[in-house]
């Protein structure tokens, strides 16, 4: 396994990113083909799928980055030096790869997301935390995995639409915790969209918990939707300081603490941001949770490729 690219660290040692967003160059992104596709072979092998059958899976991510439909990525990788990297001899027809998204379990992307992390994380402290969620429209009112949920519009968006607090969406939620430090996101769950975020934070915390480094006496960053004694206890219980927003409970507005650091939690909204902008996270063209969760850990792969390999 490469170690991590120098791009920056910051003081404990946590990886940072660059200020401002950027594309992955062609030549980038063939040099970090080789390494995810050898992971992707071990990977599909436990879900009992040939090795031949990765270079789709990471065909599919391809396509985030590029942001390209199917049959414009069976052209590409038909075509460029990226799709003989990943092993293709000729144009495939473009209908393999929705009979990849039939038979691969969506839990081969979450192992290949998971095993970015591991490799690229393995050492590294993280001592602020943030959680929060994002909607995932729906391709279809006929999509029968998908739920009616409260998504809270973006600062523009409020603005445009006279501070409306938060507006009703139909589709799915990708539930996320971050290190607020390097805008990395570590722990993810995907749900209908009429789950509540707190409902999941138990989840997250503990997979962040046990698979990375976190600081004796960090925080955890969060808005008012985690205003709850549970969280709280759940926090100081592993020795962390919970910085919440007070949630007004409809009463009154909700109240953000006066920690300093609590500004840092805009990390996971600019994760959101560059899932959606870059990667196409809101460009759902898939139904059924199966299908809408590959399309969404192929967006989070391509963010950490962009952002951590």
């Not at 960053?221 to 219980?237: C, F, N, P, Q, V």
């Not at 949630?247 to 507005?253: A, C, L, P, T």
């Amino acid at each position: 396994m490469s170690s991590v690219s120098p791009v920056a660290t910051n003081t404990i040692g946590v990886l940072a990113v660059l200020p401002g967003d950027f594309s992955m160059k062609i030549d980038e992104l063939e040099n970090k083909i080789p390494e995810v596709c050898a992971a992707a072979r071990v990977i599909v092998q436990h879900y009992r799928h040939t090795k031949k059958f990765a270079k789709h899976i990471v065909a599919l991510v391809v396509k985030q980055i590029k942001h390209m439909t199917d049959v414009e990525l069976a052209e590409f990788v038909g075509t460029s030096e990226i799709g003989k990297v990943l092993g293709y001899k000729k144009i495939p027809d473009n209908s393999i790869f929705s009979k990849v998204r039939e038979r691969a379990d969506p839990a081969i992307f979450e192992d290949l997301n998971n095993w970015i992390l591991q490799d690229r994380m393995k050492g590294k402290q993280v001592r602020l935390l943030a959680p929060d969620s994002t909607d995932v429209p729906a391709n279809s009112l006929e999509d029968k995995d998908a739920k009616w949920g409260h998504r809270t519009p973006s600062k523009r968006e409020q603005q445009e639409a006279g501070d409306n607090a938060n507006e009703m969406f139909f589709g799915y939620k990708l539930h996320a915790i971050a290190d607020a430090e390097s805008d990395i996101p570590l722990g993810f769950f995907i749900a209908p969209g009429n789950r509540h975020d707190s409902v999941f934070f138990h989840k997250l915390f503990e997979d962040v918990r046990k698979r990375f480094c976190v600081m004796f006496g960090g925080k955890l960053l969060a808005d008012s939707g985690y205003d709850s004694t549970r969280i709280y206890k759940e926090i100081h219980e592993n020795n962390m300081k919970a910085v919440i927003a007070r949630n007004g409970r409809g009463h009154r507005k909700s109240e953000d603490p006066k920690d300093p650091e609590y500004g840092k939690r805009w990390a996971i909204e600019r994760i959101f941001s560059r899932l959606k902008g870059m990667f196409g996270l809101a460009k759902n063209r898939l139904i059924g949770l199966k299908k809408v969760s590959i399309h969404i850990y192929s967006c989070l792969i391509a963010y950490l490729m962009t952002y951590l390999m």
